[in-house]
T-cell receptor
Framework: DAGVTQSPTHLIKTRGQQVTLRCSPKSGHDTVSWYQQALGQGPQFIFQYYEEEERQRGNFPDRFSGHQFPNYSSELNVNALLLGDSALYLC?????????????FGPGTRLLVL | QQQVKQSPQSLIVQKGGISIINCAYENTAFDYFPWYQQFPGKGPALLIAIRPDVSEKKEGRFTISFNKSAKQFSLHIMDSQPGDSATYFCAAVYRDNYGQNFVFGPGTRLSVLP
């Protein structure tokens, strides 16, 4: 059983560019959450998707957007990249409505904005 | 009220010693408290979790102690090993009509000396 997978593993972009990160949830999970983890910090919640809709959103600007597909996989898009967007982006999946509320994390995508 | 405080920021323990990490929260709506372990370059991995209806949960060398009235919980790592050297995050979870919300502490960097 594959766990949560993310792609790419690393990415280098320049300021102003746009980036798309991808996540495949753990088998059987229907809820995907995205987090930003700056160096030396805890994960900060960006948003959560369930049934292809954004259900929860953290304190992140509209430059951060996402999508969930019918197969529960998800994308995180960041527009107009800033230097401060450099971080490890984590995807986590769960199945809270089935009582499986624990979130399982992927390995992350490390984004560097130059 | 959504913040989770965690201490210490870093911890150095001798092999075989006990590592203790403490967390505190304010929001009484939190009803699930997981701990995650993160190695450099990896995503956080679930270590152990507890619900507020129990005061202690033990899994192998890892124990969570929970004090509901004080709104505090802690992770104890018995017989600490060099392989336990990692960053540990506590989290608190609450649910609302839109889904689940994970709030992470800032993390504790544990170093276990051989």
């Amino acid at each position: 059983d594959a766990g949560v997978t993310q792609s790419p593993t690393h990415l280098i972009k320049t300021r102003g560019q746009q980036v798309t990160l991808r996540c495949s949830p753990k088998s059987g999970h229907d809820t995907v959450s995205w987090y930003q983890q700056a160096l030396g910090q805890g994960p900060q919640f960006i948003f959560q998707y369930y049934e292809e809709e954004e259900r929860q959103r953290g304190n992140f600007p509209d430059r951060f957007s996402g999508h969930q597909f019918p197969n529960y996989s998800s994308e995180l898009n960041v527009n107009a990249l800033l230097l401060g967007d450099s971080a490890l982006y984590l995807c986590a999946s769960s199945r809270p409505l089935a009582g499986q509320e624990t979130q399982y994390f992927g390995p992350g995508t490390r984004l560097l904005v130059l | 009220q959504q913040q989770v405080k965690q201490s210490p920021q870093s911890l150095i323990v001798q092999k075989g010693g006990i590592s203790i990490i403490n967390c505190a929260y304010e929001n009484t709506a939190f009803d699930y408290f997981p701990w995650y372990q993160q190695f450099p370059g990896k995503g956080p991995a679930l270590l152990i979790a507890i619900r507020p209806d129990v005061s202690e949960k033990k899994e192998g060398r890892f124990t969570i102690s929970f004090n509901k009235s004080a709104k505090q919980f802690s992770l104890h790592i018995m017989d600490s090993q060099p392989g336990d050297s990692a960053t540990y995050f506590c989290a608190a979870v609450y649910r609302d009509n839109y889904g689940q919300n994970f709030v992470f502490g800032p993390g504790t960097r544990l170093s276990v000396l051989p």
